[in-house]
């Protein structure tokens, strides 16, 4: 579990075309894929709420999708809006952190 100063970001920024950085409170900086964001999209049109299943289809999703606007949400959150028109997904920043951290595993 990360503490609440390494889950806040101090930065976040589109890194060229198909990447988004973020630099977090405590230093340590992550780098998404963004397409691979898309897909873990955590809202309910994505994700089936009682159950967990993934309902994205990735075929589905563009290999070129990026971010049109990043939003914050709060102290908790970012809320991106895709190219693709998808807009509904809420990325808490606990989520992003071990979304890096689990990705920096392996």
Request: proline share 6%; hydrophobic share 35%.
């Amino acid at each position: 579990m990360t503490s609440d100063a390494s889950a806040t970001p101090r930065e976040v920024r589109q890194d060229g075309p198909s990447a988004l950085s973020i630099t977090w409170g405590d230093g340590v900086a992550s780098r998404f894929d963004v397409r691979e964001l898309r897909l873990a999209c955590p809202c309910a049109s994505c994700v089936e709420e009682m159950t967990g299943r993934r309902r994205l289809d990735p075929a589905s999703v563009r290999p070129d999708v990026r971010p049109v606007r990043i939003t914050s949400m709060g102290n908790y959150a970012l809320k991106i809006v895709w190219s693709d028109g998808h807009d509904t997904g809420i990325y808490s920043f606990d989520r992003l952190r071990r979304m890096a951290e689990d990705d920096a595993k392996g």
